[in-house]
């Protein structure tokens, strides 16, 4: 089995953060935390950067890492790192189709990608 290794960046504000809905691929419309893979010799908060940058068009301060999560896709092996973060910025969406605030009322509102779901308990202590 393939293994893919990304970053994901939680942004929050306040007592929210940001999810992201996928606007392509075998996983179009479902609702992710913004990241992505990881390149040779990159950290993984360098990584993060260049993913949010690339895909929200803004600067993010990534802060401490919340948890590594293992979830096995039928067809890929996910690793995926997933770190608080903070916007620098307004952020502008270049491959997702919408963008949502949560905060702990809403936070399983949308439909996650079953890998992020994993991590939304950690997430809710924390709003």
């Not at 996983?27 to 990159?42: D, L, Q, R, S, T």
Request: glycine content about 6%; some cysteine; aromatic content about 12%.
């Amino acid at each position: 089995m393939k293994n893919i290794e990304v970053v994901a960046a939680v942004i929050k504000d306040g007592n929210k953060i940001l999810s992201t809905q996928r606007g392509s691929g075998e996983f179009k419309g479902f609702w992710e935390f913004p990241g992505g893979k990881v390149e040779k010799g990159e950290s993984f908060k360098e990584a993060l950067k260049r993913e949010i940058k690339e895909e929200l068009q803004v600067d993010i301060r990534v802060n401490d890492l919340i948890k590594t999560i293992e979830y096995d896709y039928p067809t890929f092996h996910l690793t995926m790192h997933c770190f608080w973060c903070e916007l620098e910025g307004e952020f502008k969406l270049t491959e997702h189709l919408s963008s949502k605030w949560l905060d702990k009322e809403t936070l399983y509102s949308v439909n996650w990608l079953e890998a992020d779901i994993d991590i939304l308990k950690d997430i809710e202590k924390a709003l």
